[in-house]
């Protein structure tokens, strides 16, 4: 993503950006969100994934193994896999966890194709497929931002959101939105 922003930067190209941080190139990102503004939002820390998932209720977690046609069986698959559990059920999965904090971090790891605790090189390969199975596509992204609004995550991540959003509502020549006007 970085060298794509910096491409249509030096051809001139006026445009926006939504962009995880992998904690790298710092320089280079700061002087794309100089240059770009509200309109280059980058997490603090983190991805997409990290940030909305930390937001989720306890008892909402599960919720994300869903698809919109209510399919979970290959999410929790990745769950099971990764705990090395036959049962895919959701207790089996919760049981293995421990906690809503380990079932939290195992989710984001799913979601984000994360390798780490992988056996072997061919389990951390079959580890990092894992994403596509969760919001690593361009309906994933979709899905996880419906899940976002269904969930009532909203509220939380507004104050983080509202600036590129305001951003890029000024570039189409939109009315910027004051913090609790949009009713998710």
């Known amino acids: 993503m970085l060298g794509v922003l910096?491409?249509?930067?030096?051809?001139?190209?006026?445009?926006a950006g939504f962009c995880d941080d992998?904690?790298?190139?710092?320089?280079?990102?700061?002087?794309l969100k100089a240059a770009a503004g509200a309109k280059l939002?980058?997490?603090?820390?983190?991805?997409?994934e990290e940030n909305i998932i930390a937001h989720v209720p306890d008892s909402q977690l599960f919720s994300l193994a869903y698809d919109n046609d209510g399919v979970s069986g290959d999410r929790l698959r990745t769950l099971a896999d990764r705990l090395d559990i036959q049962s895919k059920s959701e207790s089996a999965i919760l049981d293995a966890c421990g906690s809503h904090d380990s079932l939290r971090k195992l989710i984001v790891q799913a979601a984000t194709g994360d390798r780490t605790g992988a056996t072997s090189e061919p389990v951390g390969k079959e580890w990092a497929k894992h994403s596509q199975k969760w919001f690593k596509s361009l309906s994933g992204g979709g899905e996880l931002c419906e899940k976002m609004?269904?969930?009532g995550l909203w509220h939380d991540l507004e104050t983080v959101l509202l600036p590129f959003l305001n951003a890029i509502r000024a570039e189409v020549a939109e009315v910027a939105l004051n913090p609790g006007e949009l009713k998710l």
Do not use: D, H, T, Y
């Open 6 to 15: 910096e491409a249509l930067k030096g051809a001139g190209l006026n445009v």
């Open 22 to 31: 992998e904690g790298r190139f710092e320089g280079r990102w700061a002087k």
């Open 41 to 48: 939002f980058q997490w603090q820390r983190g991805c997409l």
């Open 149 to 151: 609004i269904s969930l």
